[in-house]
């Protein structure tokens, strides 16, 4: 079960870190992935960290404002959101998924409950 945490409200330009802890299994062997669903939109990849070497992957839109990192100690992995923008306003989620099945299906297996990030102009 995935827990995700951290939005909020903040003003365009500020910060925000998501996290997203793993309860009852490691990420060891694992993609996580970020997701983001705006009203009216379809949810989209945000970005993704293989668990095993810290490598990690972004959609062009977020390059050089946001970083995902991983804690191995409390099995967590954060999303932290710089430069924000009005348009970064979205339902956040994380997901994951064993990394020999989603680098085949594309899909994730195991789904956070969103939380809500609101970019105020």
């Known amino acids: 079960q995935l827990q995700a945490s951290g939005g909020g409200l903040v003003q365009a330009g500020g910060s925000l870190r998501l996290s997203c802890a793993a309860s009852?299994?490691?990420?060891?062997?694992?993609?996580v992935g970020w997701f983001r669903q705006a009203p009216g939109k379809e949810r989209q990849l945000v970005g993704h960290?293989?668990?095993?070497?810290?490598?990690?992957y972004y959609i062009d839109s977020v390059k050089g404002r946001f970083t995902i990192s991983r804690d191995n100690a409390n099995n967590t992995v954060y999303l932290q959101m710089n430069s924000l923008k009005p348009e970064d306003t979205a339902v956040y989620y994380c997901?994951?998924?064993?990394?020999?099945?989603?680098?085949?299906?594309?899909?994730?297996?195991?789904w956070g409950q969103g939380t809500l990030v609101t970019v105020s102009s």
């Open positions: 997901a994951a998924s064993p990394v020999s099945k989603v680098v085949v299906t594309g899909r994730y297996d195991y």
């Open positions: 009852g299994r490691t990420f060891s062997g694992y993609r």
């Open positions: 960290v293989i668990w095993s070497d810290g490598s990690t």
